[in-house]
């Protein structure tokens, strides 16, 4: 039981010493807590509602007509903004990380099973070049415009749009791996491709991966937003951050904070990824290089 204890707060504390090894690691991991516990709260901490029910078009609350109850103010159908922002930030995180998870588990079966099929390794890895010199924006807009215009179907999309260039990212890392030295001097100790790809190229590459992910939740973030602000995804049960600047477009000219929030929030959490992400590389070279 002492060992296990003692596990725990090695483990706990080799944490603490990788959040708190730079400044951008402190920014992006304390700032990404502070929104994972902001939308786990929305519900008993806030006590949101969504249901029209209070008086429409009010002003912010540091306006003379505002009310402290409503910071934001309320649109033109009696919503509070502030409580349509936080459910809206909520859903599209929740949206972000399901296509996350699925480029992610999809890129890397395919990444592990092209490594044992060299013969259609060239092919898809050329196929991907050309698809990857497209934005995966632009082409998520013109699939989406083509398919059917619901929530599944747009996460699809989105999904389909980040795969290539997931994939030939990993594929390219996992090449360079394999043509290194201590490869090579594994091959001809006699260990089996397998082996090797198991124990000594996917660990290795896995600081590759990481900001791989990392990246690719903020593209995503990006990509659902202005789908959403388009009208894609028409079907969604609660809105999300798109949908609601494309709401406070009405109001934008009596309550231009309504709008500028929702902005805002997307940007502040683009940004803490990014810290996380040139956290984690600058911790990860350190390491390296020692």
């Known amino acids: 039981m002492n060992n296990i204890v003692r596990s725990i707060i090695k483990y706990a504390t080799n944490i603490k010493q990788g959040i708190h090894s730079n400044i951008y690691m402190i920014i992006g991991c304390y700032g990404i807590l502070a929104i994972v516990l902001v939308c786990c709260a929305t519900k008993w901490l806030f006590n949101v509602e969504l249901a029209p029910i209070f008086p429409p078009l009010l002003p912010p609350a540091w306006q003379s007509n505002g009310e402290l109850n409503h910071i934001l103010g309320t649109d033109n159908l009696g919503h509070d903004i502030f409580n349509y922002l936080l459910v809206s930030y909520k859903t599209t995180l929740v949206l972000t990380l399901r296509v996350a998870f699925y480029v992610m588990i999809i ?112 593209q995503i973030i990006l990509s659902l937003t202005v789908l959403t602000f388009l009208g894609f995804g028409h079907n969604l049960a609660t809105p999300d951050l798109g949908t609601a600047m494309y709401q406070m477009l009405n109001i934008i000219n009596s309550n231009f904070w309504a709008f500028f929030v929702p902005g805002m929030m997307i940007i502040i959490t683009v940004l803490f990824i990014h810290m996380l992400n040139l956290g984690v590389h600058m911790m990860l070279t350190k390491r390296g290089g020692n």
């Open 107 to 218: 890129g890397a079966i395919i990444n592990y099973l092209l490594f044992f099929i060299p013969q259609l390794r060239w092919l898809i890895a050329t196929l991907f070049r050309l698809v990857i010199a497209i934005p995966p924006l632009l082409s998520a807009i013109v699939i989406a415009l083509v398919w059917n215009n619901n929530i599944n179907e747009i996460l699809m999309i989105v999904a389909i749009s980040y795969l290539p260039r997931f994939i030939h990212n990993i594929h390219h890392q996992i090449v360079d791996e394999w043509q290194k030295t201590y490869i090579t001097a594994h091959r001809l100790d006699g260990l089996s491709t397998p082996q090797i790809l198991n124990f000594y190229i996917l660990p290795n590459i896995f600081p590759a991966y990481l900001t791989e992910i990392i990246v690719l939740f903020s």
